[in-house]
Structure formats: C-alpha cells, structure tokens
C-alpha cells in the first residue's frame, strides 16, 4: 500500500529508515511487505541458479536479489526493488545500486499485490528498456516471460517446464525442481 502523501523524490526514499523497505513509483512511497519463507526460497533459488551459470560461464553479469535498489530511469523518480536483478552493464552500478534498467528482472508475485507485478511493474520495466522480465506465481505454478529486448514477445511457462533466458544464453530453469527442494 502506498503512504497517504504523494509527490515524494528520492530524498524522501534515502531518509527512510535504515532497513525500511519500500518503493518510490509515481511520487508514491509503497511499503513492501517481509516475504514469506517460500517467497524468499524461490529468490534464492533464483539467485544461486543465475550466479553459478555466469560464474561456469565466465560472464560478466552480476545477480542482485532484493533488498537491492534499481534507480530505473537513472533520474531519481522511481526505485524499485526487484526480487532478482540481472545486471551485464557493470557502468550502470553504484554504492546506491542499479543506476538505469536492469537487463534481466525476475519478480516472485506475492498474493497481497498481484497487480503490482502484473500490471504496474511489467509496463514499468517495458518503458524503461529492461531486456527480459520474468513474473514467477507460486499460486498458479505458473512464470510468465517477456521478451522486450525482440518485439515484446510474451511466453507461458508451467512450473514443470525449463524456463529459458534470451538474457543469459545456454540458462534455464525448472521451477518445479526449485518449490519440490523447498
């Protein structure tokens, strides 16, 4: 939910209390909810899986799970904080964070806010050029991938499924492995 005042910046955001988490959209201030334990799992997951795959091949990409902040326009109006940030720019990191669109974004939906991954967030990441975005629901088993990087090409994936990144060639992963460890 967003605090009742709109119209805060980014000054508003940096003075939030240390451990505070939240996002700045719109000149909104949204409070983000501690994620449940499968939640967090799944991010782990997520994270462990992407960091291996650069590592074994030797890329350059960097992997961020949240808390992490994501200046995703690069002019101080909206922070976000996605669940896993895919960073291949290294120009695009600060001491703050992410400076600008990461190249992949992964959010795990939390079934308080749907809406916020669905819908504000996918057109968010589209809009500020973010190269592939994948929507992860425990509650339908399902993950949504999209492409932005071709021509905003959407696919459908079961939790049974290997989901594949144009992001990170040869990486893929299978959801259903990941919730059957947790």
């Known amino acids: 939910m967003p605090q009742p005042k709109a119209n805060y910046t980014a000054k508003d955001y940096w003075a939030l209390p240390e451990g505070t988490r939240a996002e700045l959209i719109d000149g909104e201030l949204w409070n983000l909810a501690s994620p449940s334990r499968e939640h967090q799992e799944i991010v782990l997951a997520l994270s462990a899986g992407l960091l291996s795959h650069i590592t074994a091949h030797k890329g350059t990409c960097k992997v961020y ?8 326009f ?5 922070f976000v904080e996605p669940d896993v940030s895919v960073v291949c720019d290294r120009n695009k990191l600060s001491e ?7 190249d992949l974004v992964i959010e795990v939906v939390s079934p308080s806010n749907p809406e916020m991954d669905y ?10 050029g973010v190269r592939e975005y994948w929507i992860c629901d425990p509650l339908t088993e399902r ?4 492409d932005f990087g071709s021509e905003s090409v959407m696919a459908l994936y079961a939790f049974t499924d290997a989901v ?18 947790m």
């Open 74 to 78: 690069r002019d101080d109006t909206t």
């Open 65 to 72: 799970p949240a808390p992490f902040a994501v200046n995703l």
């Open 96 to 102: 703050r964070g992410c400076e600008g669109a990461p």
């Open 119 to 128: 819908v504000s967030k996918l057109n968010l990441y589209r809009e500020a």
């Open 143 to 146: 993950t949504l991938v999209y």
């Open 164 to 181: 594949p990144s144009k992001v990170l060639p040869d990486f893929s992963i299978n959801f259903a492995q990941v919730v059957a460890s």
